[in-house]
Nanobody
């Protein structure tokens, strides 16, 4: 049974930093594409970026330079480092996994999702 659990969210002042974690269980995540997403109140879920099996990391253009995705193969954890946070970064942040050979910058067709972790920037 595949399970993803995000953690590390919280409240932070503008300009601050947070590190989110996505702990994976039930599979070896190195065989999966892992993605990070966020959803602000009243808005659609959007892609931040992803990390594939190589691992190769890519970000949507609007997120480049603001977020860093990495993974620790020893612990099966994928990280999202966020710096210089702004109030508009306030959202619920999600990780997701897929093993269909694709690793798109897209919110569709991800097989597994975490429950999300709230980030509030004031």
């Amino acid at each position: 049974h595949v399970q993803l659990v995000e953690s590390g969210g919280g409240s932070v002042q503008a300009g601050g930093s947070l590190r989110l974690s996505c702990a994976a269980s039930g599979y070896t995540y190195s065989n999966y594409c892992m993605g990070w997403f966020r959803q602000a109140p009243g808005k659609e879920r959007e892609v931040i970026g992803n990390i594939d099996i190589n691992p190769f990391v890519e970000y949507v253009d609007s997120m480049k330079g603001l977020f860093t995705i990495s993974r620790d193969s020893a612990t099966n954890i994928v990280y999202l480092d966020m710096n210089s946070l702004k109030p508009e970064d306030t959202a619920t942040y999600y990780c997701a996994a897929r093993r269909d050979g694709l690793c798109p910058l897209d919110t569709r067709d991800w097989a597994y999702w975490g429950q999300g972790t709230q980030v509030t920037v004031s």
